[in-house]
T-cell receptor, first 112, second 113 residues
Framework: GDSVTQKQGQVTLSEDDFLFINCTYS??????LLWYVQYLGQGPQLLLKVTTANNKGISRGFEATYDKGTTSFHLQKASVQESDSAVYFC???????????FGKGTSLVVHP | DAGVTQTPRHEVAEKGQTIILKCEPVSGHNDLFWYRQTKIQGLELLSY????????DGGAFKDRFKAEMLNSSFSTLKIQPTEPKDSAVYLCASSLHSGNTLYFGEGSRLIVV
């Protein structure tokens, strides 16, 4: 079946540090790969979407890239701010399917 | 447009009680999901509806968890009887069509004592 692995449980950075979060996936289809962000007290919201047609997505200073060869996708930001502190989930929607499979989430803490 | 609305935001229940969580999806959305969120397990799918039909009921959660979609604009999740291990945040999400972006509510935090 389809699966997503997100190993980094928590990442602690200082403001202006570089952020890199990695997920690996397994599917037999052509998937859409997504990143959701969840701020404290809120539900997750879509941050970025990457399809096999476009290997990269950019939003709010975040960049998502996708590597079919290693079946991995990454979220990065050149310079994090304290306001970026949140939980970041990667997710996979298999081609032709209807429901996403979520990673376990990475809690990002950014110190001023 | 209103987003996904969940009530109550917080619930404290005694072991063995029945609790009902409520969700109003985004108007016009066809798909509705219920998830349980814990720090250890992350997001676990409890139920999935497409156009009010139950498509998936989350396997391991079948015995005490029952989700219903009474109409296209209202869904409930009943937990009966509650156990302390059910303490978690319960999230409802909706999407326009299969494979589209999920819009989540703010969640219902349940504590079972």
């Amino acid at each position: 079946g389809d699966s997503v692995t997100q190993k980094q449980g928590q990442v602690t950075l200082s403001e202006d540090d570089f952020l890199f979060i990695n997920c690996t996936y397994s599917t037999t289809t052509y998937p859409t790969l997504l990143w959701y962000v969840q701020y404290l007290g809120q539900g997750p919201q879509l941050l970025l979407k990457v399809t096999t047609a476009n290997n990269k997505g950019i939003s709010r200073g975040f960049e998502a890239t996708y590597d079919k060869g290693t079946t991995s996708f990454h979220l990065q930001k050149a310079s994090v701010q304290e306001s970026d502190s949140a939980v970041y989930f990667c997710a996979l929607v298999p081609g032709g399917n209807y429901k996403p499979t979520f990673g376990k989430g990475t809690s990002l803490v950014v110190h001023p | 447009d209103a987003g996904v609305t969940q009530t109550p935001r917080h619930e404290v229940a005694e072991k063995g009680q029945t609790i009902i969580l409520k969700c109003e999806p985004v108007s016009g959305h066809n798909d509705l999901f219920w998830y349980r969120q814990t720090k250890i397990q992350g997001l676990e799918l409890l139920s999935y509806f497409r156009s009010k039909s139950l498509m998936e009921d989350g396997g391991a959660f079948k015995d005490r968890f029952k989700a219903e979609m009474l109409n296209s604009s209202f869904s409930t999740l009943k937990i009966q009887p509650t156990e302390p291990k059910d303490s978690a945040v319960y999230l409802c999400a909706s999407s326009l069509h299969s494979g589209n972006t999920l819009y989540f509510g703010e969640g219902s935090r349940l504590i079972v004592v």
